[in-house]
T-cell receptor, first 114, second 116 residues
Framework: GQQLNQSPQSMFIQEGEDVSMNCTSSSIFNTWLWYKQDPGEGPVLLIALYKAGELTSNGRLTAQFGITRKDSFLNISASIPSDVGIYFCAGLLAGGTSYGKLTFGQGTILTVHP | GAVVSQHPSWVICKSGTSVKIECRSLDFQATTMFWYRQFPKQSLMLMATSNEGSKATYEQGVEKDKFLINHASLTLSTLTVTSAHPEDSSFYIC????????????FGSGTRLTVV
């Protein structure tokens, strides 16, 4: 089925560094969501984006909804050890038979070294 | 607000038995809930959409007779894995979205199913 291309697949960084990850698709989305998942837990919503071009921050996190509505990025500034986890992008397609269902990226595994 | 509770958080069952997983929206009503399956280090795969008061809709390749879904009220959906086999062992997660609060779907904490 429809899938979002999320990159990078994994990142190993030092504490204090900034992180950037992104998702792209060949389809148009009307909502982009970014989630973080800790081991053995469900995903937790970090940022929701509803309009093309929208730039939203949540503490050290910043995400943008691409102008073409086919991509989004998430930045984490000044990473700390508790940022470790898997980050997923998810989108809601603009229409068609998948309307209302979230499409997920493959995830970015983030490791932060103290 | 927008809390989704999932129970149990983990379960071990014998092959051939059935297991029921509950998903509750604690502080909102949800006419639609979603059930996902996740294998280790992989993304979430949508299994089915649970609709209050009507039949669930299943994604291609998901056996509706094996994964029974019941959405009897606006705050509760259940997933029953029938005649479970070891290959059904996985992490099952539900999600729901409050009506009128946009599309920021909230997820439950997941259920780790191990079939032995």
């Amino acid at each position: 089925g429809q899938q979002l291309n999320q990159s990078p697949q994994s990142m190993f960084i030092q504490e204090g560094e900034d992180v950037s990850m992104n998702c792209t698709s060949s389809s148009i989305f009307n909502t982009w969501l970014w989630y973080k998942q800790d081991p053995g837990e469900g995903p937790v919503l970090l940022i929701a984006l509803y309009k093309a071009g929208e730039l939203t921050s949540n503490g050290r996190l910043t995400a943008q909804f691409g102008i073409t509505r086919k991509d989004s990025f998430l930045n984490i500034s000044a990473s700390i050890p508790s940022d470790v986890g898997i980050y997923f992008c998810a989108g809601l397609l603009a229409g068609g038979t998948s309307y209302g269902k979230l499409t997920f990226g493959q995830g970015t595994i983030l490791t932060v070294h103290p | 607000g927008a809390v989704v509770s999932q129970h149990p958080s983990w379960v071990i069952c014998k092959s051939g038995t059935s297991v029921k997983i509950e998903c509750r929206s604690l502080d909102f009503q949800a006419t639609t809930m979603f059930w996902y399956r996740q294998f280790p280090k992989q993304s979430l795969m949508l299994m089915a959409t649970s609709n209050e008061g009507s039949k669930a809709t299943y994604e291609q390749g998901v056996e509706k007779d094996k994964f029974l879904i019941n959405h009897a009220s606006l705050t509760l959906s259940t997933l029953t894995v029938t005649s479970a086999h070891p290959e059904d062992s996985s992490f099952y997660i539900c999600s729901a979205s409050p009506v009128g609060r946009g599309n920021g779907y909230t997820f439950g904490s997941g259920t780790r199913l191990t079939v032995v």
